[in-house]
């Protein structure tokens, strides 16, 4: 056992602060990784808060991870030390399920999540990545492409996937048609995915301002959702909607732009059940899913697509001391279009 620097929270009330924590001494098929970046995600703010329950304090969040290998156990045969990794949301599964053999982690009964998750190998719950370093089982480790800026690579391990993993599930190719319903954190991703995987995309956003931005990023179309005409000129024309909007909407105004046989996935987290009136699906044999990260061969191969397509997410980077200035602006929607933490600030 060894000691590192971290931020976090004492209470549901308190900032985020300086603190030190103990981490495991890597065993055989461990690996130690020096924290370089790490992505501020919003579910962070909603576990520090305790707004979904079941928080366990002291809390250091944190699963957007990107770094440098420092050391290796004996039986480690991925990765050496100087290596970039990254890891994400999850840090260790059964291994024995029928969803780790079919390489979907993410569904696994028993998971541990990166933070806030019971330690199989220490006392307590683990630490995420507002810390000077990790030890993560070699399974859940990833290798980040050389060629990507690394503050912009660490969103990539929640959001990147969030959006990657539907988008490739539902088919998303070349000559599809494909809607992005918001342009945060997740959907400036999905808009990124989509235009390399050759869609031609659409963004929803209730912002008339963002129409630039959205062209930007790769959109071929921009709609204002509030115009009624606007989106009448897109109704039953669309092969795949991925929403990531995680206020209250209007799912069926989008249902009903979905071509026959067409899907919308929500990756986002309204606070409210959203009410679906059973014509917008039945009239098309359209479907309405789900979707959470994935797994970490697909995390692989979006870490792999990012590199080859030059795909990062759009980052502002802030010194570890600012995280709880960075929350409250989260809060207010104040960032294009995530926060990376440059975790060099947490030795000053």
């Known amino acids: 056992m060894y000691k590192t620097k971290a931020y976090s929270a004492a209470s549901a009330t308190s900032p985020l602060a300086s603190d030190t924590i103990a981490r495991r001494d890597p065993t055989e098929h461990d690996v130690q990784i020096e924290i370089l970046f790490c992505g501020v995600c919003h579910s962070d703010l909603h576990m520090v808060r305790g707004e979904w329950g079941g928080t366990v304090y002291p809390i250091v969040p944190g699963h957007e991870i990107v770094g440098r290998v420092t050391k290796v156990g004996s039986a480690v045969t991925k990765f050496k030390s100087d290596d970039l990794v990254g890891v994400g949301c999850m840090v260790d599964s059964d291994g024995t399920c029928r969803h780790c053999k079919d390489g979907l982690e993410q569904f696994c009964p028993n998971l541990t999540l990166t933070y806030n998750s019971p330690d199989k190998h220490m006392e307590g719950v683990t630490y995420g990545g507002y810390s000077d370093s990790i030890v993560v089982d070699e399974r859940f480790v990833l290798r980040i492409p050389n060629n990507l800026d690394l503050a ?3 969103p990539l391990l929640c ?7 539907p988008l490739r599930h539902w088919g998303v190719t070349e000559g599809k048609k494909v809607g992005v319903v918001g342009l945060g954190g997740l959907g400036h991703m999905g808009v990124k995915i989509a235009h390399a995987l050759g869609a031609h995309v659409v963004v929803f956003t209730t912002s008339p301002g963002k129409t630039e931005d959205a062209l930007r990023l790769g959109a071929d179309e921009v709609v204002v959702s509030r115009n009624a005409d606007e989106m009448q000129k897109h109704t039953g024309s669309f092969d795949f909607i991925l929403d990531t909007v995680s206020a209250d909407h209007d799912i069926n105004a989008y249902l009903n732009l979905l071509a026959r046989d067409g899907n919308i996935t929500l990756v986002g987290a ?7 009136a059973a014509f917008s699906l039945i009239m098309g044999r359209r479907s309405f899913s789900g979707s959470n ?7 692989q191969e979006m870490l792999d697509f990012c590199g080859e397509h030059n795909i990062t997410a759009d980052v502002e980077v802030i010194p570890i001391q600012k995280v709880n200035e960075a929350y409250e602006r989260l809060l207010k929607s104040d960032v294009k279009y995530r926060f990376s933490i440059d975790m060099a600030s947490l030795k000053d």
């Open 159 to 165: 959001a990147g996937i969030t959006t990657y993993s």
């Open 152 to 154: 912009g690579v660490a």
């Open 270 to 276: 309204p606070p409210k059940p959203l009410e679906v």
């Open 293 to 299: 990260i994935g797994g970490i061969a697909e995390t």
